[in-house]
């Protein structure tokens, strides 16, 4: 079985997309598509910059989905099969997409307003996130537990093994930091993000997009979609689904949990699909085993090769 997993915000770099472009009509006309969905030329910041414009969240989120879609697109065009998808946080919604439970239009917008108001939701300087590396995640818990037993810091990503981000409010984070340190945490990064993502600070987003997606038609998933925060494949539900998604926005997204759910289906080959390689990195942590290969387009053929009669 082969799985298609989905890159989340992080990932975008200028001249995403560009090679895929030239190479694929497919690919092309999604591209072009998305600058008349959105209304203004989000190929021009993927192409050409610039960085600072590209990395704000309301033009990294659609552009992302944008670039794997298109690459998925040309992959099924190959012959390549897709058994079950899933996506990491932004990267579950190109998952639906993949998966038929948004059309491509709908989900574009969908990115567009996840992205602006994720941005707007806590003022700069609030709400800060740390990637803490050589500790475990019960452990990542506790401490965070101890810092703010309100919630007001938790662990937002479950990445691998010995891998976790935390997020919330600004000074807790700072705190969290040195007592991850003291408590012999190999690598402790700050990120540089605009809000605590995938925490209770963000709902009021999950509320917008359920509004949203309250007007839009939502299908049932042709392929299985492993969620963020069940771990388990998207309902049949509608209405469910449409809750889901909101409900994505601010919890904690299960990355390391939904790997090993879809190990435990059979998946036997995980193919990462669009800019960046992270959760290739994060696959073989969890799993090094497993086969685990990225793709941001350039490379398409030799992957089709390779996967067309699994």
């Known amino acids: 079985m082969n799985a298609w997993i989905f890159a989340g915000q992080g990932s975008q770099y200028v001249g995403m997309g560009k090679e895929l472009y030239k190479r694929y009509q497919t690919a092309k006309n999604i591209l072009e598509q998305a600058n008349d969905i959105l209304g203004f030329d989000i190929l021009k910041l993927m192409f050409e910059g610039p960085q600072d414009q590209l990395t704000l969240t309301e033009n990294a989120q659609p552009a992302i989905l944008a670039h794997s879609f298109a690459i998925a697109q040309v992959l099924e065009e190959m012959g390549v099969k897709c058994n079950i998808t899933a996506g990491f946080s932004l990267g579950e919604i190109t998952a639906l997409t993949v998966s038929g439970v948004l059309s491509y239009e709908d989900a574009l917008k969908l990115a567009h307003l996840r992205g602006k108001a994720m941005q707007s939701q ?49 000074e807790l984070v700072e705190k969290a930091v040195e007592r991850f340190k003291n408590e012999g945490a190999r690598k402790v990064v700050p990120l540089r ?49 449409k809750e889901l998604v909101a409900l994505q926005a601010y919890s904690p997204v299960k990355w390391e949990q939904s790997i090993n759910t879809m190990l435990g289906m059979g998946v036997e080959k995980f193919i990462e699909i669009g800019p960046g390689k992270t959760l290739t990195g994060f696959m073989r942590r969890i799993n090094r085993n497993s086969f685990a290969k990225s793709t941001d387009g350039t490379d398409l053929e030799e992957l089709a090769r390779e996967l067309a009669d699994t």
């Open 122 to 170: 806590v003022p700069e300087g609030v709400g800060s996130m740390a990637a803490v590396i050589g500790v475990d995640s019960k452990k990542a818990e506790e401490i965070c537990n101890e810092i703010s037993p309100e919630g007001d810091l938790v662990v937002a990503n479950y990445n691998c093994p010995g891998q976790v981000t935390i997020s919330g409010l600004k």
């Open 193 to 241: 993000v605009s809000a605590p993502f995938h925490t209770k600070f963000l709902k009021p987003v999950g509320d917008t997009l359920l509004d949203f997606l309250n007007t839009i038609n939502v299908s049932v998933p042709k392929i299985p979609v492993i969620s963020n925060v069940t771990t388990e494949p998207y309902p049949d539900d509608t209405k469910k689904i």
